[in-house]
């Protein structure tokens, strides 16, 4: 009776490991490998507007826009700071 608690318990064990390693080799396999391209959330706003707009995406035109007149107001407002007093 000793011998088949040892088997059972010696069983139970190699079972337990044998899906611990399994886990593991699945979770070691999971990371990115050579990514070369930067991730979304590392661009800036700014960045990810301007690969909207450059895209053939519906409103992608409208996104340009609003990039262009934001560029002109920018200019605008500098000018209007270095006037002479």
């Known amino acids: 009776m ?35 391209e930067p991730a979304a959330h590392a661009l800036t706003e700014a960045q990810r507007d301007t690969v909207i707009a450059r895209s053939q995406l519906p409103g992608a035109a409208v996104v340009q826009r609003a990039l262009d007149l934001n560029g002109h107001e920018a200019v605008r407002a500098t000018q209007l700071d270095t006037l002479p007093k």
């Open 2 to 36: 000793t011998g088949s608690l040892v088997a059972a318990t010696g069983r139970r064990r190699a079972l337990a490991l044998a899906a611990l390693t399994a886990v593991s080799a699945l979770g070691a396999g999971c990371g990115a490998h050579g990514r070369t």
